[in-house]
């Protein structure tokens, strides 16, 4: 389990999380939704590590460990690992060098060339991508749609226990979200956590998440099953400020 207990962060002195209580159980997939602005990407950011965020009040526990001031490299050796709304270009590093390099660090072992590239060719398989796109520099030239998908083969690759997905789904066609949500869908199992964020319900029909937290102004105002998607599809946000 990952849980979040009365967790209060701050970035330049003006407070974006505003005591959240979370638990994210094993086996399940998660849907974080709320207006802009509301503090999702902060909390996608603070599981993560990022030391650009402070810490005012409260814990991060995982697997009743408590790892708010480990690193993310520590936080990522440990098995979390965020997909990033805007994935920075990386240019004279292709991506199967870095997702080998990546695999070892992470596995705090090496894996032979071999091994790699044979699990390599099944992810680009299920991803309906081609070999050469490995050969590619991370990043560089991509598209929108490239880049989220070049995200979503990291995360197949590696292979984690806690999966924040942080805005996959945006700016993709219907093709792109189907085969990204497929990619998803194929990591779940009983001991991973996977945690959703995104404005709209398209990727959540492939995805069908067990649950649905509603973040505003920093605060989980609203937590409901998959029938909340439809409401918030139909009246938007205003109807639970007004409660």
Excluded at 52 to 57: A, G, V
Excluded at 105 to 114: A, E, F, G, R
Aim: charge should be positive; hydrophobic fraction near 40%.
């Amino acid at each position: 389990m990952l849980e979040i207990k009365n967790l209060h962060v701050k970035i330049n002195e003006k407070e974006i999380l505003r005591g959240i209580n979370l638990k994210f159980e094993k086996g399940k997939i998660h849907a974080l939704m709320g207006p802009n602005g509301s503090g999702k990407s902060t909390l996608a950011n603070i599981i993560m590590g990022n030391p650009k965020y402070k810490i005012i009040k409260g814990k991060i526990l995982f697997n009743n460990e408590d790892i708010t001031n480990l690193s993310p490299t520590q936080r990522a050796k440990k098995g979390i690992f965020l997909s990033f709304q805007n994935p920075s270009e990386i240019e004279g590093v292709t991506i199967s060098s870095f997702l080998r390099m990546a695999l070892n660090n992470s596995k705090n072992k090496k894996i032979s060339v071999l091994e790699f590239y044979k699990l390599l060719k099944e992810k680009l398989k299920l991803l309906k991508m081609p070999e050469n796109f490995s050969e590619r520099y991370l990043n560089q030239g991509f598209s929108g749609g490239e880049k989220k998908k070049s995200e979503i083969l990291q995360l197949s690759i590696l292979n984690p226990k806690v999966a924040i997905l942080d805005e996959t789904d945006s700016g993709l066609d219907i093709d792109a979200l189907k085969t990204i949500a497929s990619g998803i869908n194929a990591l779940m199992k009983k001991d991973k956590i996977i945690i959703v964020i995104t404005h709209y319900k398209r990727i959540l029909e492939y995805l069908k998440p067990d649950k649905l937290f509603v973040m505003i102004n920093g605060k989980i105002v609203l937590e409901g099953g998959p029938g909340l998607i439809d409401q918030l599809e139909e009246k938007g946000y205003s109807w639970i400020e007004k409660k």
